[in-house]
């Protein structure tokens, strides 16, 4: 029994055969352990998915992103605190630990800048290629920053110097945003549409003198469809600060008219002009009476102001049921002998 413990005091490169033994024992134990949980992880991880709880969703992104590399630089660090090695080999493993570990938490940080993302993105409901784009934008910035924050950690915890690179990253990311910030304010202007959501595909939009319905929502541009048949192309810095009236997301529409009738019609007839029209508005579908009443005494006229909603249900739906009020008005109009007034002038000799 001596002869075997004794074995275990000889020395191997600075250390004992029992110290080596435990530091293998430990990387096996922690490599092995970390395997079982990102295995068992990954087998209930679409059953977390399907109930819908974020935070076992994003565990779950976790331990998917879990590089298999890094877990063998965390074992090799606590293996390695068991263990005198010379400076140049503790340097070694201290650069590969420090470097698996800035890895592994890029890593983490961008599975959760990207489930942030992608359950804002889901909550919207958004399906169009554009908003995608925008999104995927989004990602490659986020991402973009979070290696370069983390790599500059490795750096500094590594006795590197980072201010003068900090300082040169500082003054060339002026420049270029200098540069570009045309095609920035364009990029950002498309992650706000993304993720605020003022209009999608689809919406019928108002923008300053253009009309027109959304076809493209891209990372630069938006296109209009306009009511006349040509494309616009819209710059997306500019659509943010213009006043954008969504058609399409207009429930109802209200329409007032103006019915002139001529000042010489009877009494009756005038108590009349009210009820008929409610008919005319009654009979399109999905059209509203609010008040018909004697706004003005002209002239020439006696000016009723008809009021009515009509239910937005796409389409031509509004345009429509505005054609059958009026030419309801029209007829029933003429049936009941209501002439309406037009301006006219008497020459007296």
Same mark, same amino acid.
């Given at each position: 029994m001596q002869d075997l413990l004794s074995h275990f005091d000889q020395q191997f490169l600075g250390n004992r055969l029992g110290d080596w033994l435990l530091a293998g024992a430990v990387f096996a134990g922690i490599f092995l352990v970390v395997e079982f949980i990102r295995g068992l992880v990954r087998t209930r991880r679409e059953r977390w998915q399907r109930a819908g709880s974020p935070a076992l969703e994003l565990f779950g992104g976790f331990a998917a992103a879990t590089s298999r590399l890094v877990v063998i630089s965390v074992a090799l660090y606590f293996a390695e605190e068991l263990l005198h090695l010379p400076p140049r080999a503790d340097r070694i493993f201290e650069i590969v630990i420090v470097a698996g570990i800035a890895v592994q938490l890029a890593l983490w940080a961008t +599975? &959760?800048? /990207?489930? /942030? +993302?992608d359950r804002h993105y889901r909550r919207q409901g958004a399906e169009d290629t554009g908003a995608r784009a925008s999104v995927g934008a989004l990602m490659f910035l986020g991402q973009l920053a979070i290696w370069a924050v983390f790599a500059l950690l490795a750096l500094d915890n590594l006795g590197i110097n980072i201010t003068a690179l900090v300082a040169g990253l500082g003054v060339g990311g002026i420049a270029v945003a200098l540069a570009v910030q045309t095609i920035l304010s364009d990029l950002f202007g498309s992650m706000s549409i993304a993720l605020d959501k003022p209009f999608t595909v689809g919406d019928q939009l108002r923008i300053d003198d253009v009309e027109g319905t959304v076809e493209y929502i891209g990372i630069k541009s938006t296109r209009l469809r306009s009511v006349s048949g040509e494309q616009v192309i819209l710059a997306n810095a500019? +659509? @943010?600060?213009s006043r954008v009236r969504n058609l399409g997301r207009m429930p109802q529409r209200r329409v007032q008219a103006r019915l002139r009738i001529v000042r010489e019609t009877p009494a009756g007839l005038l108590d009349k002009v009210p009820v008929l029209a409610r008919e005319a508005v009654e009979a399109a579908e999905g059209a509203h009476f609010v008040s018909? @009443? @004697? &706004? @003005?005494i002209g002239e020439y006229a006696l000016e009723y102001e008809l009021v009515y909603t009509v239910v937005n249900r796409g389409g031509l739906h509004i345009p429509q049921a505005m054609d059958i009020v009026n030419r309801g008005i029209l007829a029933r109009f003429a049936a009941a002998g209501v002439v309406f007034a037009y301006p006219s002038q008497r020459q007296v000799s």
């Amino acid at each position: 029994m001596q002869d075997l413990l004794s074995h275990f005091d000889q020395q191997f490169l600075g250390n004992r055969l029992g110290d080596w033994l435990l530091a293998g024992a430990v990387f096996a134990g922690i490599f092995l352990v970390v395997e079982f949980i990102r295995g068992l992880v990954r087998t209930r991880r679409e059953r977390w998915q399907r109930a819908g709880s974020p935070a076992l969703e994003l565990f779950g992104g976790f331990a998917a992103a879990t590089s298999r590399l890094v877990v063998i630089s965390v074992a090799l660090y606590f293996a390695e605190e068991l263990l005198h090695l010379p400076p140049r080999a503790d340097r070694i493993f201290e650069i590969v630990i420090v470097a698996g570990i800035a890895v592994q938490l890029a890593l983490w940080a961008t +599975v &959760a800048l /990207g489930f /942030g +993302v992608d359950r804002h993105y889901r909550r919207q409901g958004a399906e169009d290629t554009g908003a995608r784009a925008s999104v995927g934008a989004l990602m490659f910035l986020g991402q973009l920053a979070i290696w370069a924050v983390f790599a500059l950690l490795a750096l500094d915890n590594l006795g590197i110097n980072i201010t003068a690179l900090v300082a040169g990253l500082g003054v060339g990311g002026i420049a270029v945003a200098l540069a570009v910030q045309t095609i920035l304010s364009d990029l950002f202007g498309s992650m706000s549409i993304a993720l605020d959501k003022p209009f999608t595909v689809g919406d019928q939009l108002r923008i300053d003198d253009v009309e027109g319905t959304v076809e493209y929502i891209g990372i630069k541009s938006t296109r209009l469809r306009s009511v006349s048949g040509e494309q616009v192309i819209l710059a997306n810095a500019d +659509v @943010l600060k213009s006043r954008v009236r969504n058609l399409g997301r207009m429930p109802q529409r209200r329409v007032q008219a103006r019915l002139r009738i001529v000042r010489e019609t009877p009494a009756g007839l005038l108590d009349k002009v009210p009820v008929l029209a409610r008919e005319a508005v009654e009979a399109a579908e999905g059209a509203h009476f609010v008040s018909c @009443l @004697l &706004a @003005l005494i002209g002239e020439y006229a006696l000016e009723y102001e008809l009021v009515y909603t009509v239910v937005n249900r796409g389409g031509l739906h509004i345009p429509q049921a505005m054609d059958i009020v009026n030419r309801g008005i029209l007829a029933r109009f003429a049936a009941a002998g209501v002439v309406f007034a037009y301006p006219s002038q008497r020459q007296v000799s």
